[in-house]
């Protein structure tokens, strides 16, 4: 009979889901993984915000994932080998964006929404494209003047084109690894994009460092904004090193997404799992007194409580803030003689404490009043930020400041950028239909007819402090010049399993997995590499199963 092991997996996002994976079908004639997974909500996390609508006139419906699942080859490289090897099918998406300014309502004028440049994607081999801001009126095109006029235009078009394409090549440049300042692991975006400033001469005859500080409010900011989902503030405090590794490793690849959605997904790494408890919110983690080698989970909803003993392990796939409570609950239940568990477990919790999150609102509506205003400038992907040139009038003040109080409004402050991503109907959807877009962090508030559904979700964000604190969970090594976050070798951390040293060997191990748990931005990558760490080197190392992960 082979020896069982007992192991809770703790949150059903896409890493919780993929340590249940790889444990479910590891179980060999000496060991068999008796795999839990606990969720509190009535569906799973991955795809717990996900909608669904009919398609008129058909059988099929449209399944729309929220948020946006979308991955880039050369920086989701485990992610995509997991992808395949499950068998799932995903297909190119080279986004176009438009970067646009929001000009708020004042006294004498409505709102405007206004395109600065529009990227065609493809890593800049589309180009980009003249935005309606740039074009001529219709009553100059009919003058006399209208030739020179056009001409004026263009070459003002062509002047932007190639300052662009020059800090483009620059910052592509500045994102090699061998071209980075030395004490670049330490530095915040804000510091990095000032030391960058071009003060040469040269530059300042030409205006070369006004249009780099220019070009990182206008474009980088708004970019990583929308990839981080999180506050300008918190972009500008952000690590620049994770910045600069993302813009080098995703140079020249394409956009992906999962062909049938992530349903698909989580139904293949959820197939194995036999103990799915769903509705099922954990109030605390308690040593087992009779047998201090496992501990008891207790989970408390609505109808009744219930206790769940003898876990040799438990995997955090939660968020850190989640876990800390948790966490807490289980070194409080230690006997006064287990000081070296509870002081591992203390280090935990001080690790996770590091860790910040900002609370994301993804809506998917019709409104097209949140896109452009000219409809020409509308592409895939429409990131749109308060112009903070302009001079708000007490009216604008006001508006403001009601915003910043304004969730039950359904927006953001205006600190965020407002991502809002024309969705790609399936085939079979009648072209007569209204268009369905899904509005991530909306800094203008959809009107209430055309929502079709709100939802709140949380996302780490990466500071100085936590990537310091990283490494309790997560050591990096062997990275070559080339290489960026999490292109080297990775090791779990000295705090992971909370187990260390001879006295703990016999005690449940404490493991922790998350986008956050790995280097790098957080982002899916993170998720299915720390999860494979866990499981690898974490569980399966210390019950002895010897066993290689082949993705």
Not at 534 to 541: D, E, L
């Amino acid at each position: 009979m082979p020896r069982v092991v007992k192991v809770a997996v703790v949150g059903t996002g896409l890493a919780g889901l993929t340590a249940a994976y790889l444990l479910s079908g590891s179980s060999s004639s000496e060991v068999e993984f008796e795999v839990h997974v606990f969720e509190k909500s009535s569906t799973l996390g991955m795809d717990s915000s996900s909608i669904v609508l009919p398609v008129p006139g058909k059988d099929q419906k449209w399944r729309i994932d929220v948020p946006m699942r979308s991955f880039q080859s050369g920086y989701y490289n485990t992610l995509i080998s997991l992808y395949k090897h499950l068998g799932i099918s995903f297909r190119k998406t080279d986004f176009s964006y438009s970067f646009s300014r929001l000009i708020p309502k004042n006294d004498d004028n409505s709102r405007q929404i206004t395109t600065d440049i529009i990227y065609n994607g493809n890593s800049g081999i589309a180009g980009v494209s003249i935005p309606s801001s740039m074009r001529l009126s219709g009553k100059v095109l009919s003058s006399i003047h209208a030739a020179a006029a056009e001409a004026y235009v263009y070459g003002i078009f062509l002047l932007m084109c190639i300052k662009l394409l020059i800090l483009y090549i620059r910052v592509l440049l500045l994102s090699i690894p061998i071209f980075r300042p030395q004490d670049v692991e330490e530095m915040t975006f804000r510091t990095w994009s000032t030391s960058m400033i071009p003060r040469g001469s040269l530059a300042r005859w030409t205006s070369l460092d006004l249009a780099w500080m220019e070009f990182t409010q206008a474009v980088l900011v708004p970019l990583f904004s929308a990839v981080c989902t999180a506050p300008e503030s918190d972009i500008y405090d952000h690590p620049v090193e994770e910045f600069l590794d993302y813009m080098w490793l995703t140079f020249g690849h394409h956009h992906y997404v999962a062909l049938n959605g992530v349903q698909e997904v989580v139904s293949k790494l959820i197939s194995g799992v036999q103990h799915v408890h769903l509705s099922s919110p954990i109030s605390s983690i308690q040593i087992d007194p009779d047998d201090p080698s496992t501990c008891s989970i207790h989970v408390s909803n609505r109808d009744k409580a219930r206790v769940h003993t003898g876990f040799h392990h438990i995997i955090f796939a939660t968020q850190a803030v989640r876990a800390v409570p948790l966490l807490e609950s289980f070194a409080s239940s230690l006997p006064p003689h287990a000081k070296a568990k509870r002081r591992a477990v203390e280090d935990q919790v001080a690790c996770l404490r590091q860790f910040t999150y900002c609370s994301t609102l993804v809506i998917n509506h019709t409104d097209p009043s949140l896109l452009p205003d000219d409809i020409q400038d509308k592409r895939d992907l429409n990131l749109i930020s308060l112009d903070r040139n302009s001079h708000p009038s007490k009216t604008q003040e006001v508006n403001l400041s009601e915003v910043e109080d304004a969730w039950s409004l359904r927006c953001l402050p205006p600190s965020y950028t407002m991502a809002t991503h024309v969705l790609t109907p399936p085939e079979g959807y009648p072209a007569h239909l209204t268009t369905i877009y899904q509005t991530t962090n909306p800094i203008i508030e959809p009107r209430e007819s055309r929502i079709l559904s709100v939802a709140t979700l949380e996302r780490a964000v990466l500071t100085v402090q936590s990537k310091q604190a990283l490494k309790g969970l997560n050591v990096e090594y062997e990275r070559k010049w080339w290489q960026g976050a999490g292109q080297g070798k990775s090791r779990l951390g000295p705090l992971q399993g909370a187990r260390r040293g001879d006295e703990l060997d016999q005690t449940p191990g404490i493991w922790i997995c998350g986008s956050y748990a790995y280097s790098g931005i957080p982002l899916l990558e993170g998720c299915v590499v720390s999860a494979k760490n866990v499981v690898q080197q974490g569980i399966w190392k210390s019950e002895g199963v010897r066993r290689h992960i082949s993705f």
